[in-house]
């Protein structure tokens, strides 16, 4: 082994020492999470119809529907105790897909397609459709606030340049997550099967701390979508195919009915 190579295993085996101080090299700040979701916002908007922007709002009861979307989304932020935290942002997309998302930093859309199918469900029920849409927001709040995509981000880049350290390169790969990525990750849905349980309990708590929202919503938002996913597969984005919809539907029923204890 000449002495050059010699010195560079020293080198190596030096860094892989240091692992724990570069452990929060990839964390990604509220500030940078806020500012990447902005970002991803401005894209959206771009090339989206936003309902009571692009197009004018149905109104429900004479109130335009996006302000009722902003109303519960607005409502639950602030059960969050995070409320100045985060920029939250609640705004609906014309588009016949039952889905939602939310992006890093607190941009949260939702979807006609869902709102139709909550409408339908709840037959001319304002008040369980409103519990519903409430379960669905609370969610995706708890996406925010759990900052789930910040952390899975940073677990990827940590195995990824774990593995170039092993592997001997010398750089760590490029750190720079694409707005692209951020709206794949999110719109598809990609989270954990934990942090899909994470939002769904987060939501929970979010509608019963509001005071203003009945938690069971969250049980028949759950049940309503499962059975719509079977009627129209294509266009269910929402439930994704991990965890279980049945396992979802009895832990957020556990979880209501401890409430009521
Ligand atoms: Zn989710």
């Known amino acids: 082994m000449s ?5 560079s295993w020293v080198f190596l085996f030096a860094f892989l020492l240091s692992v724990p101080s570069w452990a929060g090299l990839f964390d990604v700040s509220v500030k940078k999470q ?44 602030r059960a969050t105790g995070e409320y100045d935290k985060w920029d939250f942002t609640f705004k609906i997309i ?35 459709g409103r519990d519903m849409l409430a379960g669905v927001i609370g969610h995706e709040i708890t996406h925010v606030t759990g900052q789930h995509w910040a952390k899975q981000y940073e677990s990827d880049m940590k195995r990824s340049v774990g593995l ?7 750089g760590a790969s490029d750190a720079v997550q694409t707005v692209a990525g951020i709206l794949n990750y999110s719109q598809s849905q990609k989270y954990s099967r934990k942090d899909e349980y994470r939002a769904d309990d987060g939501g929970i ?40 919809t049945d396992d979802r539907i009895k832990r957020a029923q556990t979880n209501v009915n401890k409430l009521d204890d």
């Open 3 to 7: 002495k050059r190579s010699a010195g």
């Open 34 to 77: 806020k500012e990447l979701g902005a970002d991803a916002a401005r894209e959206i908007d771009k090339k989206s119809t936003i309902v009571g922007e692009d197009v004018k709002a149905p109104l429900i009861k004479g109130k335009p529907i996006d302000q009722i979307v902003r109303g519960i989304g607005e409502d639950l932020a």
């Open 94 to 128: 014309k588009d016949d897909q039952i889905n939602a998302f939310a992006l890093p930093g607190g941009y949260i859309y939702v979807y006609t397609g869902l709102l139709q199918s909550l409408k339908v469900e709840a037959d001319h029920n304002l008040l369980k």
């Open 164 to 170: 170039a350290v092993i592997l001997g390169a010398t």
């Open 205 to 244: 708590k979010l509608m019963d701390k509001s005071g203003k929202y009945n938690p069971q919503g969250m049980v028949d938002m759950l049940k309503m979508l499962d059975k719509a996913s079977e009627d129209t597969p294509s266009y269910m984005v929402w439930l994704s195919s991990h965890p279980e």
